[in-house]
């Protein structure tokens, strides 16, 4: 059981740089999630995907924030012009029921 | 919509004596409620999940939560505290009708142990 990865670990990013993330769900979960993070809240949710198909995604948190699932396996989220308020913990999750599975996240910094 | 409120951001409780983590919701579905718990720099875990079934559910660790409709509740316990069981706790709730959707999570209630 690999469970779900999540790249990188950390990521620093000049303020206006572009990131993108990586997560690769437990190899039979169908559903992929996207949260974000930041200290001292809960996770809040951005959106998902069933296979390839992106089901929910107008709480990505402005038009900057996107997120693919091209062949229905790993995702990526790209956030464009990166802004100070980005920087926070970036969790992917999957599942193919009513749990999910969480990966460890990535720790973006903006400076 | 769907919320979750959780009574108080810091529980201390002495190794061996009972956990009492609070979780309020509200949802204009049948909810869905689900415990996690996080470590430091780590994702989360989930200690376990109601879904109309028995409203009392047992986790891991030894954890069990009970649902109670008629006071919107979904509070987590533990007989007996281990220093392992320090850690972040959150209560979610399903956005939408089902479990496929995206949770709402509560602002969580950080566990300290006391020896």
């Known amino acids: 059981d690999t469970g779900v990865s999540q790249d990188p670990r950390h990521k620093i990013t000049k303020r206006g740089q572009n990131v993108t993330f990586r997560c690769d769900p437990i190899?039979?979960?169908?559903?992929l999630y996207w949260y974000r993070q930041t200290l001292g809240q809960g996770p809040e949710f951005l959106t998902y995907?069933?296979?390839?198909?992106?089901?929910?995604k107008s709480r990505l948190l402005s038009d900057r924030f996107s997120a693919e699932r091209p062949k229905g396996s790993f995702s990526t989220l790209e956030i464009q012009r990166t802004e100070q308020g980005d920087s926070a913990m970036y969790l992917c999750?999957?599942?193919?029921?009513?749990?999910?599975?969480f990966g460890s996240g990535t720790r973006l910094t903006v400076v | 919509a769907q919320s979750v409120t959780q009574l108080g951001s810091h529980v201390s409780v002495s190794e061996g004596a009972l956990v009492l983590l609070r979780c309020n919701y509200s949802?204009?579905?049948?909810?869905?409620l689900f415990w996690y718990v996080q470590y430091p720099n780590q994702g989360l875990q989930l200690l376990l999940k109601?879904?109309?079934?028995?409203?009392l559910v047992k986790g891991i660790n030894g954890f069990e939560a009970e649902f109670k409709k008629s006071e919107t509740s979904f509070h987590l316990t533990k007989p007996s505290a281990h220093m392992s069981d320090a850690a972040e706790y959150f209560c979610?709730?399903?956005?939408?009708?089902?479990?496929?959707?995206?949770?709402?999570f509560g602002k969580g209630t950080h566990l300290i142990i006391q020896p």
């Open positions: 190899s039979e979960h169908n559903r």
């Open positions: 995907f069933q296979n390839e198909a992106q089901l929910e």
């Open positions: 999750a999957s599942s193919s029921g009513t749990g999910k599975t």
């Open positions: 949802s204009s579905v049948p909810p869905y």
């Open positions: 109601y879904t109309s079934a028995a409203t």
């Open positions: 979610a709730v399903n956005l939408r009708g089902g479990g496929a959707d995206g949770l709402t």
